[in-house]
């Protein structure tokens, strides 16, 4: 069993909260890019997740920011729609609604989330030479 240690202090996560991937001189966001250099080790080194099916790849730092800022987004949609499901098993479960409703919007929700990691999964941001507007290109 492998055991994670994160150490997050409060300029991280301001600086995950409030600022852009690329602020307006170019500089890529350090937190975000430390967040996915320490992801992309544990997904491909530890859990031996290959890269065409992780949320992390290897490429330029620009493209490694995005998918920490995709992965971060998409952990937001997963609590948020974790909350949704308990608020409601314990809100109308006691007035006599059906669990199976409930799980039925449970089973919807965990769809959503595949749908939007297949998304990403084919985005043609993982392309080893993309590059969003915004981000600076290597010299060639």
Request: glycine share 4%; aromatic share 10%.
């Given at each position: 069993m492998?055991?994670?240690?994160?150490?997050?202090?409060?300029?991280?996560?301001?600086s995950?909260t409030?600022?852009?991937e690329?602020?307006?001189?170019?500089?890529?966001n350090p937190a975000?890019?430390?967040i996915?250099?320490?992801?992309?080790r544990i997904?491909?080194?530890?859990?031996?997740?290959?890269?065409?099916l992780g949320?992390?790849?290897?490429?330029?730092?620009?493209?490694?920011?995005?998918?920490?800022?995709?992965?971060?987004?998409?952990?937001?949609?997963?609590?948020?729609?974790?909350?949704?499901?308990?608020?409601?098993?314990c809100?109308?479960?006691?007035?006599?609604?059906?669990?199976?409703?409930?799980?039925?919007?449970a089973?919807?929700d965990i769809?959503l989330l595949?749908?939007?990691?297949?998304?990403s999964?084919?985005?043609?941001?993982?392309?080893?030479?993309c590059?969003?507007?915004?981000w600076?290109?290597?010299?060639?």
């Amino acid at each position: 069993m492998y055991l994670v240690r994160v150490s997050i202090s409060f300029d991280d996560i301001r600086s995950l909260t409030f600022a852009d991937e690329v602020d307006p001189l170019g500089n890529l966001n350090p937190a975000l890019l430390s967040i996915t250099a320490s992801a992309y080790r544990i997904q491909s080194q530890r859990l031996h997740i290959p890269d065409m099916l992780g949320f992390f790849a290897s490429g330029p730092p620009c493209l490694q920011v995005h998918q920490a800022w995709l992965f971060l987004t998409f952990v937001e949609q997963f609590l948020l729609l974790l909350v949704n499901e308990v608020v409601m098993a314990c809100v109308f479960v006691p007035s006599n609604m059906s669990l199976l409703r409930i799980l039925r919007n449970a089973v919807i929700d965990i769809g959503l989330l595949v749908l939007l990691w297949l998304v990403s999964l084919f985005s043609p941001c993982r392309a080893a030479d993309c590059y969003l507007e915004g981000w600076i290109k290597p010299p060639a």
